[in-house]
């Protein structure tokens, strides 16, 4: 069963557009949930986990278990934001193993 | 410290060949991955080890993929016999507490 869902594999803004990744989750617990970011040529790294509730490079992603989104927002898109960006979810019962989204490739045009 | 380290980089061969992948956690890490990316299904998690021991081996496609984890500083992915439909990127991640994982660069498989 997908327990994260990124709507969206391509997504192109320009430069000084707002930006927003969408991210949905299946799960009926309390998850923990992250944005992994890949840019080109670089390893995959951590963007930012909700728990912490913090704004990394200018994102910011808000838990709405209402509506079990997490979508992945910046005001202001740069050119250096392009890369591919993976939601990821922590379920309480299976600690260690993240659940991958597909992934969204972003691009950000000059 | 150098982060993850997985070796070969890219590695190209013929179908029905043997193929290992190697992976070097970070020092005291004590949760490792391997994944496998492609354009088609993006990342799978294919196996992880907790202390050494595989805990969740659904991913691993047949038997032809096999995993070890002999040490806390490194472990393995064996595919034998290789086939095309297995070429992708495969890689190596370490966490400590199940938390923030850490990944490898990555091997580039090609199989001929």
């Known amino acids: 069963a997908q327990r994260v869902t990124q709507p969206e594999k391509l997504l192109s803004v320009f430069k000084g557009a707002p930006v927003e990744l969408k991210c949905n989750y299946s799960?009926?617990?309390?998850?923990?949930l992250f944005w992994y970011v890949q840019y080109s040529r670089q390893r995959l790294q951590l963007l930012l986990r909700?728990?912490s509730r913090e704004s990394i490079k200018g994102f910011t992603a808000d838990l709405n278990k209402g509506e079990t989104s997490f979508h992945l927002k910046k005001p202001f898109a740069q050119e250096e934001d392009s890369a591919m960006y993976y939601c990821?979810?922590?379920?309480?019962?299976?600690?260690?193993?993240?659940?991958f989204g597909r992934g969204t490739q972003l691009t950000v045009w000059p | 410290d150098a982060g993850v380290i997985q070796s070969p980089r890219h590695e190209v061969t013929e179908m029905g060949q043997e193929v290992t992948l190697r992976c070097k956690p970070i020092s005291g890490h004590d949760y490792l991955f391997w994944y496998r990316q492609t354009m088609m299904r993006g990342l799978e998690l294919l196996i992880y080890f907790n202390n050494n021991v595989p805990i969740d081996d659904s991913g691993m496609p047949e038997d032809r993929f096999s995993a070890k984890m002999p040490n806390a500083s490194f472990s393995t992915l064996k595919i034998q016999p290789s086939e095309p439909r297995d070429s992708a990127v495969y890689f190596c991640?370490?966490?400590?507490?199940?938390?923030?994982?850490?990944f490898g660069p990555g091997t580039r498989l090609t199989v001929l």
């Open positions: 799960y009926s617990g309390s998850p923990e």
């Open positions: 990821a979810l922590i379920r309480g019962s299976t600690l260690g193993r993240l659940y």
């Open positions: 991640a370490s966490s400590l507490f199940s938390y923030e994982q850490f």
């Open positions: 909700h728990i």
